[in-house]
């Protein structure tokens, strides 16, 4: 009969009803052999029968066992075996009636931890021994004993914890069986008065525990390997913490809950944080859901009005273009495209720098290298290339765009066609040009008394000599004669300084194109003191001059420069009618200031109101009865012309004016 069999039980078998199948022993026998072995002792416990099963398990062939006193092979008195006692303590509860722990030896010398059952052996005549069903439960024994070791350790750690985690056991009906030292610094507990408590009852609502605690016990049998929750748990002190726990099963040996192992943590203030942050998150998703509504009614208007931007685009009469940085276009306007007698798909993807006048390109490239992060957008003018030959002036503003890197990503051109513009501006500056002539012949009319007396007096003095001299003549005699040479000298010094007069009258009033030359604003400011110096007089006026010595040279046109300080002067001296004799006085000083020319004329007259200062250079505006109002408007138009400034502002100590004018020096000395 097989070790594990009885009689008796083969006749329970028996009573089965005979619609069930036959209980399969062999296959049983078949699992138990290769599970377990087998062998049976006599009344001297010497082994009188063993399984050849052990010589798998244990390396022991059988015949070499037989008579052998069983407890020098699977009974070994040895130090291993009370470790293997000292694990088995915590399972002893859950053993099978009649397990045996114990240590055998193998073949090879090594020890085994084994599980034994044993049972008496009765024969006819009474007691005759005993039979035992042996497991080796090595590996299972050696993993407990590793776990054993890990867990010294961990308790270790655990004990000198001092952080607001608390690690703690309790068994499979809640009832605390470990608690780490820290929870006397979180919950204000030694750790012996939780120790043998339900944990229910640490909760701050202990039904609510009680509900947490059951609803583990049956997640856990149904195969849930933890849980993960925040609960609320009553200090010493009385108040209510928040805390979030950790647990995880223990189950044992027959699948049952063993007990539960826990950390948790207290997440009073993080708890109330998190719901502050939920208030404010719940707030915001409101405030998210009526933006969205926002943006969405946003968006709906966005999209009607990039239609209408679209609609605006192509309809607009300017030019829209974009390119990408090597001149290739990517987008033009039907505008641009009727510009060029094309269709915007013979446009998108082209470049446009070839087209560009040669003598634009310089303008061009500056343009584009002024363009910045910081000044994203340039306006330039320049001629471009049409299919029909022409090149037409163009005028773009073209502005940046720029990647998360700073480098430039595109650009977008608004343009619109200038020629007719420029041809316009080149005659109003002829017309300028006529008018800055007729001004100065307007002067010369209003000079022409003085003008007159500038000329009469070499003339005057040039017949007087011319009358000595023929009287030294008709005297005769060597000194006569020398005396008549040296008046031939001055009449003909006489006639030089009329002859410079007349030119200089012939050049200041004849009309010229706007012609460029170096000049020295110091022999301008003479030139024009000459040709105004009899008004000066006239008017009693005294001029100072304040000539700054080495100024630079500046490119101008010589007669319209004049023209602008003769100007300044005359203006100067009508401005000081009213003014007392000993105060008239007319201060002309040049400058170098902050690199550019500068000419300032000061008069001491009876100056401007504030309410009229912002009219000064306006059209026909004019304070003297007589007057056009065209004086200081040309003065600023020909200041403009050469990339200077004209302004005006009253003195600051004293009565009259100052008209500042700003020139940019082009270097060298004058």
Known sequence: M????????????????QSLPPFNYDAWNELLQAEHFFFRVDLNQNINFVSDSVRRMMGHRPEDLIGKDYREFFDVDHPMRVRYLEVSDRFSSTDPPGLKRTVGRRADGRMAFLWAREREVVGEHGFVGREFMVYDATSRVETLLSLRQSERKYRRLVEGLRTDYIIYARDAKGMITYVSPSVKKVLGYEPEELIGTYA?????????????????VRESEEGKPSQSIVIEVRHRDGSVRAMEINERPVFALDGKLASVEGISKDVTEADAANRQIRELKD??????????????????????????YRDV??????????????????????????????TPADLIGTTFVPTIHLEDQAAFQEAMDSVSTDKPSTTYEIRVLRRDGSFPWVQWNTRAKFDDQGQIDHFQSVGRDVTALKAAADMLRQKEVHLAHLSRLATMGEMVAGIAHEINQPLHAAKTFAEAARRNLQLGGREKIDKAIECSSEISDAITRTVQIIRRLRDFTKSQPFELEALSMNDVVREATELAGYEIRRSSTKLRLDLADGLPITLGDRIQLEQLVVNLLMNGCEAMEQTPAVDKILLVRTSLESGALTLAVKDAGSGVDDAEM??????????????MGMGLVLCKSIAEAHGGELRAERNDAGPGMTFNLSLPATGGNS
């Open 200 to 216: 229910r009852d640490a909760y701050a609502d202990p039904a609510h525990g009680r509900q947490v605690v059951d609803r583990f």
């Open 313 to 342: 685009v192509e309809t607009l009469n300017d030019f829209v273009v974009r390119w990408k940085p090597d001149g290739t276009r990517t987008f033009v306007n039907e505008a641009f495209a009727r510009f060029h007698s094309v």
């Open 283 to 308: 707030d915001l998703e409101r405030r998210v859901a009526l933006r969205t509504d926002e943006m969405q009614r946003m968006y709906e208007d966005l999209r009607a009005s990039e239609a209408r």
């Open 2 to 17: 097989p070790f594990n069999q009885s009689q008796h039980a083969h006749d329970a078998v028996a009573t089965v009803p």
């Open 614 to 627: 912002h009219r000064l250079f306006e059209a026909f505006y004019t304070t003297k009865n007589e007057g």
